[in-house]
Each structure stands twice: as C-alpha cells, then as structure tokens.
C-alpha cells in the first residue's frame, strides 16, 4: 500500500524559505541557472568483470552500473527478441536515510522508470540477440547501484546504464549439439540511439532542471522526460503536486535542448559513433 | 514496439470499431460498496474496477500519523482472475509503482489538512483488465472519495492518449497498448488546469507529443463529466437533470 509520507530530506525552515525567495529572484541556492545541470563526469570500464560499465557522478550524485550478460528464455509474446532488464538499487552507503532490505516504492520507480526509458527508446536492438528464436536468447542485464544520494537520481542512474551499455562488449556466442559455447571473441553492443533523461522539479512557480537533494526536499511536483534524437520515448510525473498543461509543454521541450547536450557527453565520455 | 499490423482501417475504424477521438463506452456506478464510506464501481471499456474509501479513520500503526495533516493511502490491486492469464495475487513491481502513482494522482485533490491525525484508505480492485487500468482506478477512486464526503479541491479524471499506426488516438485498448506505438495515461483536474499524473511509454516526435497531450485533456473533461452525471444521479436521482450552474 502506498502511504503519503513527508519527504526523507528535511530541509530547515530557514533555509526553504531562503530558497524560496532567491527562486523568486530567479536564482538557486547553488548559484546555478533554472535550466543548469551539476557537472556531470561519466567514466566507463571502471568494472573489469562487467561486459561494460560505468561511473556517473552528477553533481555529488554518484552511481555505479553493470553490464552482464547470460543466456536464457525469452519474455513471453518477445520471443524473437533478446531480454534486456535495468535495476537499480540505492544502496545503503548512499545517505544516512537509506536502510538495507526490500527496495521502497520509491526505488521501484526510479529503477522502473530508468528501465523504461531505456527500453521504450529501443536503444538495444534486441533482435539481433537471439540465438535459438523461441528458446534460447541473450539476456542483458543492467544493474545500478547508487553509492551515494544527493537528488535527481533518475537522471544520474539513467546516464550510468546507457554509457555502461554503450560501452558493454558482449561475448560471440554459438550453438553446438543444443548448447551455447563461448566463440572467445565479443562484439560492441547493437546500438541504435542514445536516449537521455532530464528530470526537472517545480517549486512554486520555479521549473528547475536537475535538482539537488534539498531542492527535492523542497518540490512541489517532479517529471522525468527521456528524449532520443526523434522525440521523446518515455515520461513520468512524479511526486504529489501537479502541473499545468502549459509547464508539462515548457518541460518537454526543455527536456530535448538539455537532453541533446547530455547526449552529445555521453557519446564523447563513451567514444560511441566514433 | 514494433507493430505488426494495421490496427486502423481503411475506413479510420480502431479494432473495436472506434474512431480516433473515441472514447470506449465509460459507466459509472456510485456507492457498490455498502460497508465503505465511500464506493464505485466503474466500466471502462472492458475494465471492471471497484474503488472503495474507507476514512477519515485513526492511523494504524500510530507512528504514520502526520500532526497537522491526514495520510492517504492507496493500493491498486489485480485480481488473479482479471488477466488473461493468471496474475500471482502478491503485488508486483508494477502494482506497487501504479499505487504510487494513483496516491500521487489523488493527493493535490483531497483537502489532507481537514483531517489531521487521521488516514483516508483507498482500495482500487481491478475484477477484469483491458487496456487504461490506471486510468479507470483514478477516475473510480476519485468518485469514491467524493460519495465519502471527503473535502476535495476538485475531481480527478483519467484518460489516456496514444499512437497507433503512427495516428495519435484517444483512449487506447488493451491490444493497442500492446501492439500500438506509444501509451501516454493522464490525470487531470479540469477546474484546477492541474495534470496529477503523466506517464509516457512509446515513441512521439515534438509535434506528435503535443497533439496526444491535447487529446488525452479533451478525454480527461470527457471523463469528468461522466463521474460528475454518477455522482448527480446518486445524490439528486433522476428528478434533477444535471443543470450547469456556472
């Protein structure tokens, strides 16, 4: 069941009401523009046992991500097509609010909408990782782990799992006599788009692009939009305010100017179309 | 998603035999529940849904309860039987997120701060699925907490929008959503101009993002006036015709 509860971050009263007024200014508490990420650093390989990986650090969000890949049976009514699962778990080195056990529906969501973005963008081209149609197919899988937690962890998880699967170098593999054998040598993820997250929150009247930890501690409501080269390809509102028809537009196509940015660093972070 | 087959035809028919700014046939019915304070039961399509309210109503446990405002809070649930096949009773993934969502949905409409220390439980049940589940649970719940007597800001009405056949239609189906391009479910409040929920699954270029969210807030104020004509025909029966008092 699902209980409205306040938010973990407490943000002092002092200090709100601070943001509030510099936000009427046109100002952030940080000194950044509404419409201005944090430094943004992608490292990939930092996982040698991974087929791929990456290290993302969006402001002092940090994350950490994982390609593996094994052999399995295909999802129902997806059976000419490779399987490929995004997780994420916020683990509990990451802030002090964070307990070990069964993720939180807030967790459920950040690694179900992360997940979403990924696969609704199509960036995996999935049919070319079957090896028996039917019956046996790669299955990739993508796991994040958040190592430490200061706001907008959708987009700083969203980044780690495509650079990481941007660089993932699978194994070849072959059937003989029923059974997959390892060729020994890999081949470059099939990739065919980069999409990228922007999540932006609203304060008041203040639409604010990546927010910080105790900007979320101090939102009205949040929309996470991802964006390929195209369009768009997966999007959620989040958290108990609302937004009007006309902000939700203003987003959207905020989320596509950031968004061609942060695509533009991750191809150059991961040598991706080079 | 790739589709494999035309699901509009020739004559701009849907496989349900709709048009594209059609809605399904929507029948609200006001107050099923006889033990909730507040019930409906909703026809959305084929989904049959039953929202029940229980609250204003002591927390437990205790430690939940907020000082200076109520909790809401809200569970979306399938039944085994409501899928084609079997769906594990336990709550999935995808419930647990649809009952986050819903709550959010909810929440800016109900006045929490009217009931300190207390809880407003909503229960959403779906008995037989289709395409748009959430949807149909936000409207139903959000006319279950209005037959509760529940102090609200506004109605929240849901409808979805998406792309077929590279068409932007409204209020899509169960095989839409399955082999259709995109699925963009919203929650609006009509009175308010305030979106409460937007999810987007599916690929839309800028121009086609725009028209499927223009389409899918004509078919939430579509909603709104079937859940407002329940609520009128519970409360003032057939003697009153729903007169516009604005």
């Known amino acids: 069941m699902s209980v409205s509860k306040r938010s973990t971050i407490i943000v002092e009263h002092l200090r709100r009401q601070q943001m509030l007024d510099n936000l009427a200014k046109g100002r952030r508490l940080d000194g950044r523009a509404f ?9 990939v390989d930092v996982i040698k046992k991974a087929n791929g990986s990456a290290r993302v650090k969006l402001g002092n969000s940090e994350v950490i ?13 997806l059976e000419d097509k490779g399987a490929l699962i995004v997780s994420g778990e916020v683990l509990p080195i990451a802030s002090p609010h964070v307990e070990p056990g069964p993720p939180d529906e807030e967790t459920v969501e950040l690694a179900r909408v992360v997940d979403r973005g990924i696969r609704e963008s199509e960036m995996v081209d999935l049919g070319k990782l079957v090896l028996v149609p039917g019956k046996i197919v790669y299955t990739i899988f993508v796991d994040c782990s958040i190592v430490n937690a200061d706001g907008n962890l959708f987009d700083a998880t969203s980044y780690a799992a495509v650079s990481a699967i941007l660089t993932a170098k ?21 990739v065919t ?17 990546d927010p910080a930890s105790e900007e979320e501690g101090c939102m009205d409501a949040r929309i996470t939009i991802d964006t390929t080269d195209e369009g768009y390809c997966a999007l959620q509102k989040g958290f108990t305010g609302g937004f009007s028809p006309d902000q939700i537009r ?6 596509r100017i950031k968004g061609e940015q942060v695509r533009a660093k991750i191809k150059e972070a991961t040598g991706f179309g080079r | 998603m790739t589709q494999t087959r035309n699901l509009i035809d020739e004559n701009g028919k849907r496989t349900d035999g709709r048009t594209i700014d059609e809605l399904r046939q929507v029948k609200i019915t006001v107050g099923t529940v006889k033990n909730a304070d507040g019930s409906a039961f909703i026809e959305f399509g084929k989904n049959k849904i039953v929202a029940a309210v229980y609250g204003p109503r002591e927390v437990h446990p205790k430690h939940l309860a907020q000082s200076d405002r109520c909790v809401l809070r809200c569970r979306y649930h399938m039944s085994p039987f409501s899928t084609d096949t079997r769906k594990n009773p336990a709550p999935s993934r995808r419930e647990v997120e649809i009952s986050k969502v819903m709550r959010e949905a ?44 529940i102090n609200m800001r506004d109605i929240v009405a849901a409808c979805a929008a998406g792309k077929v056949d590279d068409k932007i239609v409204l209020d899509i189906n169960d095989t839409e959503d399955k082999e259709g391009g995109a699925d963009m479910p919203v929650a609006y409040m009509p009175t308010l101009g305030q979106i409460t929920l937007m999810q987007l699954d599916g690929r839309l270029s800028p121009e086609q993002f725009n028209e499927c969210l223009d389409k899918a807030l004509v078919g939430c104020k579509m909603v709104y006036d079937i859940q407002r ?14 007169k516009e008092e604005q």
């Not at chain 2, 929440?107 to 149909?136: H, K, N, T």
């Open chain 1, 193 to 209: 788009t980069v999409p990228v997250s922007i999540t932006q929150v609203r304060i008041g009247d203040a639409i604010l692009v």
């Open chain 2, 229 to 242: 004509q329940a609520l009128m025909q519970k409360y003032f029966g057939n003697e009153t015709e729903v």
């Open chain 1, 250 to 255: 203003k987003a959207a196509e905020t989320a």
């Open chain 1, 170 to 190: 699978i194994p070849i593999l072959e059937m003989k006599d029923d059974k997959v054998v390892d060729t020994g040598s890999t081949m470059p993820m099939p």
């Open chain 1, 65 to 77: 991500a994982g390609v593996k890949v094994e052999t399995g049976e295909p999802f129902e009514g």
């Open chain 1, 35 to 43: 419409d201005e990420q944090r430094p943004l650093e992608i490292e």
């Open chain 2, 106 to 149: 909810l929440e800016p409409a109900v006045m929490l701060e009217d009931y300190p220390r207390a809880a407003i439980d909503v229960f959403v049940e779906v008995l037989q699925s289709d395409g748009g589940s959430r949807c149909a649970g936000i409207t139903a719940a959000s006319v279950a907490l209005a037959d509760a007597g």
